[in-house]
């Protein structure tokens, strides 16, 4: 089992930043890729970053290439994702995953594990 925990969340003014985090605690020495979706209401999950734990490779969704990244501390098992010039479009809850076997997937059944979420709130 692994566990996840997010933090950082909160109210930001469009343009600005926040930087979530995501700890992982439990069997981590499985995880092969760690991720970020999102969820707005009346919206599905959708796919945001995913780094690969061991290589560090990653992958973004088209929305927020160039304004996120994502990083990680392996000595910390802690994942980060590094939020720049939000917009309004980006308010949802944030949630981690972990993904044991299937590396830099997109959908969110390929994951194994999540957190409890964070929401972000983007005000215009």
């Known amino acids: 089992q692994v566990q996840l925990v997010e933090s950082g969340g909160g109210l930001v003014q469009a343009g600005g930043s926040l930087r979530l985090s995501c700890a992982a605690s439990?069997?981590?020495?499985?995880?092969?890729?760690m991720g970020w979706f999102r969820q707005a209401p009346g919206k599905e999950r959708e796919f945001v970053a995913a780094?690969?734990?061991?290589?560090?490779?990653?992958r973004y969704a088209d929305s927020v290439k160039g304004r996120f990244t994502i990083s990680r501390d392996n000595a910390k098992n802690t994942v980060y994702l590094q939020m720049n010039s939000l917009a309004p479009e980006d308010t949802a809850v944030y949630y981690c995953?972990?993904?044991?076997?299937?590396?830099?997937?997109?959908?969110?059944?390929?994951?194994?594990?999540w957190g409890q979420g964070t929401q972000v709130t983007v005000s215009s």
């Open positions: 995953a972990a993904d044991i076997d299937h590396g830099l997937q997109v959908g969110p059944n390929y994951y194994d594990y």
């Open positions: 780094i690969s734990w061991r290589g560090g490779s990653t």
């Open positions: 439990g069997r981590t020495f499985n995880i092969n890729t």
